[in-house]
């Protein structure tokens, strides 16, 4: 899909930037999915080459890194717009920072 002719060089700008960030969100996604399989399958290698009867210690890395991959997934293909009054108090926000950081 292509963007219409009639828009106006910022609102294309606006709308690449968008994709941009979207696409580099969900990259990071993929990265994070990949060393959480990679990672917990090793630790499920070690258990059963250990102790394959005993205790399932490695349900606890799975479980706890688990749930920040679940606010990840949420993050990327859930995630939120910011309004214009969201926008401008963030800025607003980080100018009194700057301003209250640079004075003497």
């Not at 090793?42 to 102790?51: G, Q």
């Not at 005993?54 to 309004?83: A, E, K, R």
Request: proline share 6%; aromatic share 10%; glycine share 6%.
């Amino acid at each position: 899909m292509t963007v219409p002719e009639t828009t106006d060089k910022r609102t294309t700008n606006d709308l690449r930037e968008a994709a941009i960030t979207h696409l580099r969100k969900k990259r990071e996604l993929q990265v994070h999915l990949l060393a959480f399989v990679l990672v917990n399958l090793a630790l499920n290698l070690i258990w059963w080459l250990t102790t394959p009867g005993g205790f399932y210690w490695p349900m606890f890395p799975l479980l706890g890194w688990g749930i920040g991959i679940v606010f990840h997934t949420w993050d990327v293909l859930v995630g939120s717009v910011p309004t214009e009054n969201q926008v401008g108090a963030e800025m607003d926000r980080m100018y009194r920072r700057r301003t209250r950081d640079l004075r003497p």
